[in-house]
């Protein structure tokens, strides 16, 4: 897909800077890159097709940041001035590279680049030779191909057919919108240096654009629910809790911020023992759906655990549906709290709703939902209400095994679904034991945070050398860092106020 | 590979080490007598090594569930705990708990009646709590 870039803009390409190296700038070029950079931003402007354009901005973009850089120096004049090496020599690479790598990135490059110096090293990337280029280039397509979901090569031939559009349709695009770059284009240039960058970001649209989303909405969301439903079925009141889970994604769906307005019967009593509860029990619960993956004995925890590890942007759905769905706690917590556990219920068919809810609010939510349900096990008998939890356990437990197949790359049979599933709830009901059983170890009827550090010591997930504040760190969005570990805002009160 | 991590420790650990391989040694011939199948060398090397460092984690085990109910000294509920994996194991443990505290009452019990001197009976308590410990 780029030759036929290439063979259009190329020519034109070689030719614009071919007749930028051989004039002789009149101007000295008072910094070294913009004497470069002019020399792209003369070619930008020279071509009157869009194919140059993009050609243009391909080179540029070969420069990772020297695109930013043509703008700011658009006004200069050609780098005449070659006399430096740097430039022309850029400029002979570019030449000599443009044809292989003509990707071009959808936003316009044009765009004044403050940082001057960026552009610089990035020419003497270019300047290194073609191979560095070369190699970039071969990577995000293998990349992008890891990391499409997974259909089959089939599909993947499609999605890129579908990049090929978007690829055509993003050079006009980027001429018509040569303002939009900004930050956009700046990191998109800082992410595809030398690389294709109109691919990643077009294949990627289509086929991860609600996966994250959902991603999210798993982790610590189903744990909870599924140990909430756990209480909740040993519960008496079995029936009222079904009614209470059902009605909740429809209620909550739409009402981000109103709060969870049916407590569940059998939870609130419990629940608002727990409230007192600071927010470091909930990171520990919290940490635990996250320590889940390391030491899963189904494969998809351990996903889970990357899937964590990779989204360091939490999206808050997840957490929020947790937070309702568990609601127990909306007496003290904010109300918005109280979407997250129906939402989360429904995230995981629906596209992510846009939360309302303030992050810290509902991780505190979902993590005191966590405690109170496992601190009920101990008390409750399990016998009571299997089958109500069975259902909203196994909801949740499905979205473990969707986030599985999707990590697995292929297709997956039945059967296969059927073991992870067997392997997740065994994995989670030892673990609801463990607890239960540290926690009465030390003579407790409540769990709390010391005995998950217990679990996940035992796990391997806390070390003498990583602390439970390090995962925190490590694996926590930062709305929920900012609960579990004290830091001080300017201006802002600290949480949580231990 | 089967000989390794024996450079790293000081002597009483690699006596140690030498003794449980020893003893794993002496089992696997039960074993195979009984089951009239041989051990490699490599094999016996290999279960020992486990071992060894299976206890190296037990130990740390019960020091964190001692820690836990926050207590200094080892417990047979900590030993309990760390055995609760296993369904047959836990039952064997307790048993056998329940047989030495037995055991242990029984003792104090006589030998509190049969003296009252109170050398006696501290030495008596003594005794049962390092027998406790052992457990």
């Known amino acids: ?498 | 590979m089967f000989v390794e991590g024996k450079e790293a420790l000081n002597p009483a650990q690699k006596r140690l080490k030498a003794a449980v391989h020893y003893t794993v040694g002496r089992l696997c011939e039960e074993v195979a007598l009984d089951k009239e199948m041989q051990f490699s060398k490599q094999t016996i090397a290999a279960i020992s090594e486990l071992t060894f460092r299976q206890c190296e984690n037990f130990a740390k085990d019960l020091e964190m569930f001692a820690r836990h109910a926050k207590r200094s000294t080892i417990n047979t509920e900590d030993v309990k705990l760390l055995a609760r994996r296993s369904n047959s194991l836990l039952k064997y443990i307790t048993e056998k708990s329940d047989e030495i505290a037995q055991c242990n009452l029984e003792r104090k019990a006589r030998k509190k009646k049969k003296s009252e001197d109170g050398n006696k009976s501290s030495r008596e308590t003594a005794e049962a709590e390092a027998v406790d410990s052992e457990d």
């Open chain 1, 1 to 498: 897909m780029a030759d036929f870039y290439n063979s259009d803009s190329e020519p034109t390409t070689r030719t614009l800077l071919r007749r930028v190296l051989d004039t002789a700038d009149s101007r000295t070029p008072r910094r070294l890159r913009s004497a470069g950079a002019g020399a792209q931003r003369a070619l930008l402007e020279t071509p009157s097709s869009r194919r140059l354009n993009s050609g243009t901005k391909t080179t540029a973009k070969q420069h990772s940041h020297g695109a930013r850089s043509i703008g700011r120096l658009a006004h200069f004049q050609v780098s005449g001035n070659l006399e430096e090496q740097t430039p022309r020599t850029l400029l002979k690479n570019i030449l000599l590279t443009a044809p292989e790598s003509s990707i071009l990135m959808p936003e316009t490059v044009v765009k004044p680049v403050p940082a001057l110096q960026v552009v610089q090293p990035s020419r003497k990337e270019s300047s290194r030779g073609s191979l560095e280029l070369q190699l970039p280039e071969f990577e995000p397509p293998t990349t992008l191909a890891a990391g499409l979901p997974a259909p089959s090569r089939k599909k993947q031939r499609l999605r890129l057919s579908v990049f090929q559009q978007e690829v055509d349709q993003g050079l006009p695009h980027s001429q018509e919108h040569p303002g939009n770059a900004d930050a956009s284009s700046l990191t998109s240039s800082l992410n595809l240096s030398f690389a294709t960058p109109l691919q990643p970001q077009s294949v990627k649209r289509p086929g991860l654009a609600r996966r994250p989303p959902l991603r999210r909405a798993v982790d610590v969301g189903a744990l909870l629910q599924d140990l909430r439903d756990d209480s909740l079925a040993s519960a008496p009141s079995g029936d009222s809790l079904k009614t209470p889970i059902a009605t909740l994604p429809t209620d909550t769906v739409l009402e981000d911020t109103q709060p969870f307005s049916q407590p569940l019967v059998g939870c609130s009593p419990s629940v608002h023992h727990f409230l007192p509860h600071p927010f470091p029990t909930g990171t520990e619960d919290a940490e635990r759906a996250m320590g889940h993956g390391t030491q899963s004995s189904g494969p998809g925890l351990q996903n889970h655990k990357i899937i964590e590890a990779e989204d360091s942007q939490g999206t808050v759905e997840a957490e929020e549906p947790e937070g309702s769905s568990e609601d127990e706690n909306t007496s003290d917590r904010p109300a918005e709290l109280a979407a997250s556990t129906p939402e989360f219920l429904q995230a995981k068919q629906l596209h992510p709703i846009p939360e309302t809810a303030p992050p810290p609010g509902v991780a505190v939510l979902s993590s005191e939902t966590l405690e109170p349900a496992s601190a009920r096990l101990p008390r409750k008998p399990r016998t009571a209400g299997s089958r109500p939890r069975q259902d909203s356990y196994k909801a949740g437990l499905n979205h473990y095994i969707k986030l599985f197949s999707f990590y697995a790359k292929m297709p997956m049979e039945r059967k296969a679904f059927e073991m992870v599933e067997k392997c997740l709830d065994k994995y989670f009901q030892q673990l609801c034991n463990d607890l239960e059983v540290f926690a009465a170890h030390a003579g407790r009827k409540t769990v709390r945070p010391e005995d998950l550090e217990l679990l996940m010591r035992r796990q391997g997930l806390i070390t003498d050398q990583v602390s439970l504040y390090v995962l925190v760190e490590r694996h926590l969005p930062l709305e929920y860092r900012q609960l579990l570990i004290p830091c001080a805002f300017s201006g802002n009160s600290v949480f949580p106020a231990l």
